[in-house]
């Protein structure tokens, strides 16, 4: 059996939805309200679970606050498939929440308070560290405490884990934390931040690339939105183009390519390959709404 890990946030995420994205200052009347299960790291594990097959274990290390909302993200992770051992609950802060523009042409804006995946401290990753052993794959972002996010690499890569890094939110961060990562997949802003290249298309995300390439990862992918992604290795680079649709939603758009991404290389997929999987649960992603319930389940691929 595969086992497929990813150690991240779970938020609350409330959205409206606007004709377009507010300007500093500017008051805008939504034309839609929704409370939706959300957070970086739970949507890539239930991306991950959606479109594993039967052969694969999806495990999710991630604090909740303990209450309801909480315990209805849970309950949902696991009617997909998602292990509940690496859930933990704490007293000390609600869950994560995240406030969430969407504008008329797909586009969003995002504002994210931790709560308690402010928790997921060092100390509080111990007792999953077996999780770790025993993965065939980690998948970690930035939205949990970077420390906890480094701890985790480290064990990872002494036993031996294959490590996937997306750098998102975009910030800065540690050197050390990159000679962990196997696969890094940023989007143009998180690269940019990394590695002060502005992406702006494919020659300056070459550029982009090779640096990241000097920071550690040996595989970098840095996705282009409707571009497709730029797929960077030691023995080629190119650009794997992306499936062309008609954008609705791309909160989950990221998260569900990354997801997906693992999924296939777990399945020992190429890493072209796996981009173009990872290409195809992701569009059909931004053709919903929302951000868990706009993300595929693996019979809905054409390549399933």
């Known amino acids: 059996m595969t086992r497929l890990l990813i150690l991240g946030s779970a938020n609350a995420d409330h959205v409206m939805n606007l004709k377009q994205l507010p300007s500093a200052g500017q008051t805008l009347m939504s034309r839609g309200y929704r409370l939706e299960h959300g957070g970086k790291g739970a949507n890539q594990a239930v991306a991950a679970a959606r479109l594993s097959q039967n052969d694969t274990r999806v495990d999710f290390i991630c604090h909740l606050g303990r209450d309801a909302v909480g315990q209805a993200m849970a309950q949902a992770w696991q009617q997909d498939g998602i292990m509940p051992d690496g859930i933990t609950y704490t007293d000390a802060q609600p869950t994560g929440t995240a406030m969430i523009f969407v504008s008329d042409k797909g586009e969003n ?18 007792p999953h560290l077996a999780l770790i052993e025993k993965a065939d794959y980690l998948l970690v972002q930035l939205e949990t405490p ?19 890094l997306n750098p998102a939110p975009a910030m800065v961060i540690g050197k050390d934390l990159f000679r962990l990562v196997d696969v890094i997949t940023p ?8 590695t002060g290249i502005e992406v702006t298309d494919e020659q300056s995300a070459r550029m982009a690339a090779q640096m990241l390439h000097q920071l550690g990862p040996q595989v970098v992918i840095i996705t282009l939105g409707k571009q497709g992604a ?7 680079c190119a650009l794997i183009p992306g499936v062309q649709v008609a954008a609705v939603d791309t909160v989950a758009a990221g998260d569900t390519f990354n997801g997906a991404l693992m999924v296939a290389l777990g399945e020992g997929k190429s890493i072209e390959e796996a981009v173009a999987f990872a290409h195809s649960a992701a569009a059909i992603s931004v053709t919903r709404t ?6 595929p389940y693996r019979h809905e691929l054409a390549d399933s």
């Open 109 to 126: 804006v995002i504002g994210v308070s931790a709560g308690a995946n402010a928790t997921l401290t060092p100390e509080a990753l111990e």
């Open 187 to 194: 989007n143009e802003t998180e690269a940019e931040t990394i």
């Open 230 to 236: 730029l797929l960077s290795t030691k023995d080629s």
């Open 290 to 295: 929302g951000a868990q319930r706009a993300i």
């Open 146 to 164: 970077a420390v906890t996010v480094l701890d985790a690499l480290k064990h990872a890569k002494a036993n031996g884990v294959t490590t996937i």
